[in-house]
């Protein structure tokens, strides 16, 4: 085996799933981030989860037919630079790996910052500056276990994504047998306003919610017959965690109370409040493990996808030599890893000391939805482009290609129109925006061409 090699065949079609599973992260997702869709969609948010969930499955079923022609470390950059060539897959590899990066400190914050609120919950009072030790602790866990190897960090993720979604949607039914689920909650009958365009921001949160779906994949070199494991494990992960983000949406909702809503967002982790109000203080508890779990299953599986996207990049001679690197016995891109780690780290606690946790964690969470959205935006390009170069293209794939990016503007077009800019806007935005433009300059002065 070549010393640049990953660890061809290691990983089963169960571990590609756990893969797309954890990097979505149900139980966080759940808990945390959907509190954000919330934030504007109010009652409405199982309808903006709903349109989410269609958006995604027809992604994923973009992204299956991608994989069955292109098998890469390099997942979406792979795609983009095979559809549209090596100019734009490195300059959309560059925002992947922003998003990628972000995402890891989106995640150290989740825990961070939202553990303190479900301890509160539990009666147990942190001190303010517990956040800092639990995004280490989140951080090292995530990158350590990834450096070791695949198969032992996916195996891991394997059995925590079962106990999440199983939990999230025992949550769910518990609240069911008290409170009716309400089909109007699926109209713009309790969005404000009944606008569409609050609901397509509240979309906005939930695509965020989803990402980590999308990194299955990287696991192109990895994968038993990756052809078709990749092919069937995106799906496959996609559609459980969105059954799973339907159900709780749906359960959240009637049980916090429809006309109630617009106070959902008002809580930390209106989730494990949920949990105590209807199962007790045994419920909240095993909520606020799960919320610690889904952070350190979602900090693997991010180190997982962008040490791989880095590392592909690197062997495509985009970035760095230095950042191929493969471990001689574990064959991980334990380089990639490392830089990953730190940069990651560093940009978190940086970051926080100046501005606070809960500052970052809004402004990353800016940074990390651009580069995902784009991200998907020029995959869905680049297939038309795949599928001609191996006479394949037909009116199906054009017409899969032009909703998905439909919906996807609309979601774009509607935070633009109804999302107040403010200081986290302006530098998330920036963020973006400062990262591509250095990007730019690095791939010039790497000669980057077609």
Known sequence: MDKKELAKGSISYREVVAQGIGGAAPAMA?????????????????????????????????????????????????FISEGLGKRW????????????????????????????????????????????????????????????????????????????????????????TKVPPDPSTFTLEYAPSHSMFNVGVGMAFVFLAFAGYETTSVLGEEAVDPKN?????VFTSAFLVGITYLVASEAFTVGWGVNDMSSFFNELVPGVVLGMRFGGFVLALILTVLLI??????????????SRVVYAMA??????????????????????????????????????????????????????????????????????????????????????????????????????????????VLIGVSTFVVWMIAGVIYGYVRRVST
């Open 89 to 176: 897959g490195y300059l959309i590899g560059w925002a992947y790996v922003l998003y990628a990066l972000t995402a890891l400190v989106f995640i150290f914050l989740s825990v961070g910052v939202f553990l303190p609120g479900a301890l509160e919950v539990l009666g147990v009072n942190a001190p303010s500056w517990i956040w800092a030790p639990l995004v280490i602790f989140v951080a090292l866990f995530g990158g350590v276990l990834s450096y070791l190897g695949i198969r032992p960090s996916l195996r891991f993720t394997l059995i925590m994504s079962i106990l999440e979604i199983a939990f999230i949607l025992g949550t769910s039914l518990l609240i069911f």
């Open 293 to 306: 779990n889904s952070g350190l299953t979602d900090s693997v599986t991010f180190f997982n996808t962008v």
């Open 315 to 424: 062997k495509d001679g985009v970035l760095d030599k230095r950042l191929e690197g493969v471990h001689e016995d574990r064959r991980t891109p334990h380089v990639a890893v490392m830089f990953s780690l730190i940069f990651s780290l560093v940009y978190a606690l940086a970051f926080s000391a100046v501005i606070g946790p809960e500052n970052v964690f809004l402004a990353v969470g800016i940074t990390t939805t651009f580069g995902f959205l784009i991200a998907l935006f020029t995959a869905n390009v680049s297939l038309l482009f795949i599928l001609r170069r191996f006479n394949s293209l037909n009116w199906w794939n054009v017409l899969l290609t032009v909703v998905i990016n439909s919906i996807l503007s609309f979601v774009i077009f509607a935070n633009v129109v109804t999302t107040a800019i403010n200081s986290f």
């Open 30 to 78: 759940s808990l945390v981030t959907l509190t954000g869709a919330a934030a504007y969609s109010y009652g409405a948010l199982p309808l903006a989860v709903a349109l989410a969930t269609v958006a995604v499955l027809l992604d994923a079923t973009r992204l299956s037919i991608t994989s069955r022609y292109i098998q890469s470390a390099g997942g979406i950059y792979a």
């Open 229 to 233: 494991t990749i092919t069937k494990g």
